[in-house]
Every structure is written in C-alpha cells, then in structure tokens.
C-alpha cells in the first residue's frame, strides 16, 4: 500500500476507493438515535454532484469555500466536492462568534459558505454584509429557517437536482490538471490569544502524512473510525480524510455530548480524542469504584494490576508466564472486558492529542485494554508528528517521529520540526511566516526533549510556561492533569504568573458532588450556595493534598476558588479545541484571582511597614 501512496493525490485515493468497493459502508451519520449508511458509490454520486455545482457557481481553481457547521455527512461530502473542484476548504468552528467567522471569511475571500444549522446561518447572516467575497450560502439544514439576505441562497438538496452535467468535462479537466501543490485547505488557528490565522496546507502535506502513518499503523479496509471531534480542527479532520483514503469506514457524531452511547451503537475499531474525553472517563470509573463494596473495589485493583502486566509484557517488558497469563484472562472476563464495552467493546486504538495526557490516566487506559497512541503535532503540521506506536508504547513522552518527520531541539528547549507535513506558511501573513521558520524549521512554540530512545517529551508551552514571584517555573498543563483526575473536578485553572504561589480557579464537577452532598447530609438552595459551604470547601481542599502528592512544593496548588459555572466557548474562555484562554479567565475572574492573594499582600504589607 505504501508504494501505491507515493504518487496518489488525495483526490485519486477517495476515487479508487470508490471504484473498488461501490457497495461497502463509506460513511455514517446518526439522526434521531439511528444510524444511516452512505455507501461508496453514493458518496461518489454525491461528491461528483456537488463537484459540477461549485464549477457551475463559477468557482475557479484554488478559490475559497468555507464550511461553517457542525459533523455531518453532508459536511465531509462537501469537503471531498471541493478538492475534486479545486477549490480550497475553509473549516469554521460551529461554535465561532458571527465577529470571528467574518473574520475568517474575510480574510479568505471565501465564495461560498455552507453553513450546519440556525445557529451558524444565523451567525452567517450577521457577518456577510461585512464579508463583501461571499457570493452563495448553502444551507446544509433542511430546517433551516431563511431569511432575506444579499447573497444567493441554496439548501443542499436543491443542489443534488441542478441539471450541471454540462459542467462534466470541465470537472474532468480540472481533476486531471489538480497536482500535489495545490492548497487544500486554509485552517484557522484558533490560538489562545491574537488573532486567528490561516495555515496553509497542501495535498503534498496531506499525501505526506498518509504515507507515514500507513507505514507504521495496521488500520485501513474494514475498520470503523467515529469522528466525535470537530471536523474544523486538523486532527480529526487529517484523521477521517486518512481514513477514507484507505476505505475505513466514518462514522459522524453531530453532537459530542452523545459520544458515549454513539461509541456502543456504532461500535468504532479506532476514535480520536482529547485528554479531556480519558479524563473524564478515568473520574467517572474512579467515582463508581470508590462507593463500591470493599471486595468489588479489591476486584477491580487486582484486574486492573494485571491488565498492566499484560501491556508491560506487550510493550518491550517481560513476557507473561502461564500463570500471569491464566490470571489476566480471569481479570480480563471478571472486569476488564466490561470496562471496554463502556467505549463499544471493538476499539482497537485510540489516538490521542490536543494537550499533555496525565500519566495516571494513561495508564488506565492502557491497564484495561484500550490502547492509545499518544502523540504529538499541531495544525502547522498537519496533525501528527510523533506518536506511541503498539510493541513500544510508554507511559511517560509522546512517542517517537514519524519515519520521514525530523524533529531537534533548539533555543530555550524549543521543539523544532522539518518534513513534508509542515505547512507552506500562513495566508498573507509573510511576516508570521517568516518568524515561525529557522533555516527550514517550524518552531513550535513548546517546550520539551528528547530522551536516549528518541522519544519526544513535552514540557509545555514556551509562552505558557508560569514563573512565580520565587523564580520558580510551574508547567500549568502538567499541574492541571494531575488535578483534573480528581472525580469531583471538572475543569481547573491554574495561577501562578508573578505570584508567590500557585492558586487555581476549579469547576466542581456538580453531579458528583450534589451525589456526595446528599450523603452527607448538606442542605443548598443552590450550587453557589453548596460552593461556599464549609463542609464541600474543606472536602476539597483534602482532596487536593492527595492528588498533589507527587508535585513538588513549590507546583502544589495553595489556594483555591470554586467557581459556579463551567467555562465555555461562547464566553471565550475557552478555544474550540477547549484549551483554555488565560488570558481572558485571568480577567473575567480578577477578583477572585486577587482574593486568594489578598491575605498574602496583607501580611507582606504588614512586614514591610513594621521593617520601616
């Protein structure tokens, strides 16, 4: 299969598949809790539709086509009409202000919008008088209620009956003239702070980076992938057009908040996910097995002790002898298999990226039978550029290069790539460009080393890297996935920049808790008021001494603040891809930032007026 990627544009590979398997499952979408299948050759009718229509509304080689929605199938059809027609694939986040997606429009020129749902034609229609390009909306939502506006406006199904089979030869043409150095997409970072800016990413980037992961990962024909994160972010987009190139079969979850009941209907071999999504999962269980009976909680430990035999054993350890193996076969039909049918019981890898993944939690997963292949890349990469791989997975790092990837080390332990996958620059922004490239390489902006295995380790990110009052660095991702484990936190930020402690802001994870409050006895009207009670505050602040356990002093968190309410996108605290936005939860929450120091600055006043 190798040989046969060298030389395949993306476009080519979707086409093949097509042909070879006309009858088989391409792709799958969920409506009203049943799955609907979209065969190969349907995909190819469809595709080739939309095609003609994008050359029929005038759109020439290389022009702009933004896609504003939700997962859907209609969303991956227009992504793959759009490569077909040479046009290059602008991905906006559904949860994107009409103020950022104007934005991105503009600063595209992007012709045509397709947009998911009310919520993004409305955003839409609140940005396009800015947005003076945009000259077709399509309306991917049958339910979808249209108003007035100064662009032509199209519901996806009318498009499937334009009479375009005049525009047949031309399709042909522009497939046959498309090559490697074509744009594929522009992908908006969405950052943590500054404006977004547009990656720009070729086929020969993607055709790269489906090259390298055939090379070292058994996956292809046969297998089910469920795309449950955001198309609009690189990774599960790199991930399912991989996929499809190598006639996997996609599912697509609109909505995130069912992933786990997706996961047991459609049954996935593989899914990308977040550290958040293992967290969760990890507090979840660890919840459950805390209020379970003495001997079940025994049970469970003792399984999950030879679960991490068994990965040890399978990953450059000691082999399992007999009796190690009779008893993970015991464990494995007592416990473990139960707790894999939770993630549909098929999975046979998982990757994982977006941010650090807690050692604890890894292991878990790992213990139990889900193996996940944690890795490391960012949008300028085209997603992957190291990852764990099955045979030589570690708890610590993040893997090792991909075979054609060539990472090193620079200034203040800043991680540098080189490669086919690193992107061609940012759109018109020459100067970004030219400072994020140092004799050819891509300066990532995070920290880390690689060990005497050549395993890459990351530390943090440079620009995030927290320096307190004492000179001392905290590394406030680390910090936070060792806190988050906690079953009863949800989310957590850390403080600690010019301060002479680390504090942290906590969302309670308030289903648990309100379970743990009514054990106790704990009256509230509200989760404001169950906040601020005694008896929680101070469960919590033993909770964090016991988690905190193996960071040093100087990390530890001293004090803290529970907040009422999550942090969210719509507020901008957080990015689509939920990392937080300091920046911004630094100044929506100063004031309970400065009451955690407000005692501190007291006493130092005190000290210094008593030293005059």
Not at 44 to 62: D, F
Not at 328 to 336: E, F, P, Q
Not at 518 to 528: M, N, R, V
């Amino acid at each position: 299969m190798t040989q046969l990627l060298e030389d395949l544009h993306l476009v080519d590979l979707v086409r093949a598949r097509i042909d070879e398997m006309p009858e088989k499952a391409a792709l799958s979408y969920r409506e009203k809790g049943q799955w609907h299948d979209i065969s190969w050759k349907q995909l190819g009718t469809t595709i080739t539709q939309l095609a003609r229509v994008l050359l029929h509304l005038g759109l020439e080689p290389q022009d702009k086509v933004a896609l504003f929605g939700q997962n859907s199938e209609k969303w991956t059809m227009a992504d793959l009409a759009c490569m077909q027609a040479r046009a290059v694939v602008v991905p906006i986040y559904p949860t994107n202000t009409a103020e950022q997606a104007g934005y991105i429009l503009n600063d595209a020129a992007a012709k045509v919008v397709f947009v998911g749902d009310q919520e993004q034609y409305d955003k839409a229609l609140e940005a396009l008088p800015h947005c003076p390009s945009v000259a077709h909306l399509v309306l991917m939502n049958s339910t979808i209620a249209k108003r007035d506006a100064a662009v032509i406006q199209h519901s996806y199904e009318e498009l499937l009956r334009y009479n375009v089979e005049y525009c047949r030869q031309a399709l042909e043409q522009r497939i046959e003239e498309s090559n490697l150095d074509d744009l594929l997409t522009l992908i908006y970072t969405s950052g943590t702070t500054g404006e977004p800016k547009g990656v720009m990413l070729d086929y020969r980037n993607f055709a790269s980076t489906t090259r390298q992961h055939s090379r070292v990962l058994d996956y292809g024909k046969g297998d089910r992938s469920l795309a449950f994160l955001p198309l609009s972010h690189v990774f599960e987009r790199g991930w399912t057009l991989y996929s499809l190139g190598l006639g996997a079969h996609v599912g697509l979850l609109d909505n995130p908040a069912d992933v786990q009941q997706a996961m047991v209907e459609f049954k996935p071999n593989v899914m990308c996910a977040v550290p958040r999504f293992y967290e969760k999962v990890y507090s979840a269980v660890a919840d459950k097995v805390s209020k379970a009976p003495a001997h079940r909680r025994a049970l469970f430990y003792w399984a999950l002790r030879q679960g991490q035999k068994r990965f040890q054993a399978d990953n450059g350890g000691q082999p399992l002898g007999k009796v190690s193996q009779a008893f993970y076969r015991l464990a494995d039909k007592l416990v473990l298999t139960k707790l894999r049918a939770v993630l549909g019981g098929e999975m046979r890898f998982m990757p994982c990226g977006g941010a650090k993944l807690d050692d604890v939690v890894h292991e878990f997963f790992q213990s139990i039978g889900i193996t996940l292949l944690c890795g490391y890349g960012l949008t300028e990469t085209t997603a992957t550029v190291t990852c764990g791989l099955p045979g030589s997975i570690k708890l610590q790092g993040n893997g090792r290069p991909l075979p054609e990837a060539q990472v090193k080390i620079g200034a203040e332990n800043e991680i540098l790539v080189k490669g086919d996958t690193v992107m061609r620059g940012y759109y018109n922004r020459p100067e970004d460009t030219e400072a994020v490239f140092e004799d050819g390489w891509f300066k990532t902006g995070d920290a880390g080393y690689l060990d005497e295995q050549g395993m890459l380790h990351i530390t943090d990110r440079i620009k995030e890297l927290m320096k307190t009052s004492n000179g001392k660095y905290i590394a406030p991702q680390r910090v936070e996935g060792m806190v988050g484990r906690d079953p009863l936190i949800e989310q957590v930020a850390i403080i600690a920049e010019a301060r002479n402690y680390v504090s942290a802001l906590i969302v309670p994870a308030f289903e648990s808790l309100e379970a743990w409050a009514k054990e106790k006895g704990i009256k509230y009207k509200d989760q404001l008021e169950l906040i601020q009670h005694s008896a929680v505050v101070e469960h919590f602040e033993q909770r964090l001494k016991e988690v905190q356990g193996e960071l040093a002093k100087f990390e530890q968190v001293k004090k803290f603040t529970l907040l009422p309410r999550e942090f969210c996108m719509k507020r901008g605290e957080l990015t689509p891809t939920l990392k937080l936005r300091r920046k911004v939860i630094n100044e929506r929450f100063e004031a309970e930032i400065d009451a955690m120091y407000a005692k501190a600055k007291k006493l130092v006043g005190r000290k210094k007026a008593s030293a005059k």
